[in-house]
C-alpha cells in the first residue's frame, strides 16, 4: 500500500455533466500529480501541484482543473465530459516537485462517461 | 521530442523463466527511470527505478539495467512467478523545463505455471 488514496473509486457519468474526484497524498508528501490512463495505453499527465499551485501542466484541455489543499490533498475536476473523458484517472505524490522523485499512485477512479 | 518507447508489447514466459522488458528514451538530459508494475483493477506500483549515475541496481528477483550512451534501460526480472503476471510500465521524465513523466505504453507480461 502506497498511503495515497483517492475517490471514489467508480463513477458513472453523463455527456456534458461536471466530475470532481479526490486524492489524498502520501503523509510527508508535497506535491500530487494527475494523470489519465485509457484503457489499454500509459498515463498520460495532465498537471502538478506543489504547495497548492499548479507548476506543470499536460496537453489536456482548460476544462480540466485542479486544486490542492493546504494538506496536501488534491482534486481533480472536469467540466462538460465528453465520452473520450471516459478513463482511469491516477493521482500520484511525490515528496518534492519535478521528476527526478519517487513518485507513488493511488488505485485510479475509474470515469465511464455515457 | 517527448517519447518513450517500450517493447514488446506482450511477454509470456514459463514460470521460473526470465523476463526482459526494454525501454528507449529520447531526451539525454533525463536522470531517473522508474517501473511499474499495475495489476488489474489497481494503480501503477512502483517496483524499481534507476539513476542516471549508476549503470545496473538489482531488488531480489528485479534488476534495471542503463545504457546512457544508447538512451535505453531495461526491467530484469529472473525466475519468474504466477504472481508476476502483469502489466509493467516503464517511465522518464519528460524534456527539462517541465514536471511529468512520460510512461512507455506497457507490456502485459504472462508467467505460465
Known amino acids: 500500500e502506497t498511503g495515497v488514496t483517492q475517490s471514489p473509486t467508480h463513477l458513472i457519468k453523463t455527456r456534458g455533466q461536471q466530475v470532481t474526484l479526490r486524492c489524498s497524498s502520501q503523509?510527508?508528501?508535497?506535491?500530487v500529480s494527475w494523470y489519465q490512463q485509457a484503457l489499454g495505453q500509459g498515463p498520460q499527465f495532465i498537471f502538478q501541484?506543489?504547495?497548492?499551485?499548479?507548476?506543470g501542466r499536460g496537453n489536456f484541455p482548460p476544462r480540466f482543473s485542479g486544486l490542492q489543499f493546504p494538506n496536501y490533498s488534491s482534486e481533480l475536476n472536469v467540466n462538460a465530459l465528453e465520452l473520450d473523458d471516459s478513463a482511469l484517472y491516477l493521482c500520484?505524490?511525490?515528496?518534492?516537485?519535478?521528476?527526478?522523485?519517487?513518485?507513488?499512485f493511488g488505485q485510479g477512479t475509474r470515469l465511464t462517461v455515457v | 521530442g517527448e517519447n518513450v518507447e517500450q517493447h514488446p508489447s506482450t511477454l509470456s514466459v514459463q514460470e521460473g523463466d526470465s523476463a526482459v522488458i526494454k525501454c528507449t528514451y529520447s531526451?539525454?538530459?533525463?536522470?531517473?527511470f522508474p517501473w511499474y508494475k499495475q495489476e488489474l483493477g489497481k494503480g501503477p506500483q512502483l517496483i524499481i527505478d534507476i539513476r542516471s549515475n549508476v549503470g545496473e541496481k538489482k531488488d531480489q528477483r528485479i534488476a534495471v539495467t542503463l545504457n546512457k550512451t544508447a538512451k535505453h534501460f531495461s526491467l530484469h526480472i529472473t525466475e519468474t512467478q504466477p504472481e508476476d503476471s502483469a502489466v509493467y510500465f516503464c517511465a522518464a521524465p519528460s524534456p527539462r523545463g517541465t514536471y511529468k513523466y512520460i510512461f512507455g505504453t506497457g507490456t502485459r507480461l504472462k508467467v505460465l505455471a
Open positions: 531526451d539525454s538530459a533525463s536522470n531517473y
Open positions: 501541484y506543489y504547495r497548492e499551485e499548479e507548476n
Open positions: 503523509s510527508g508528501h508535497n506535491t
Open positions: 500520484a505524490s511525490s515528496q518534492l516537485q519535478g521528476t527526478g522523485t519517487e513518485a507513488f
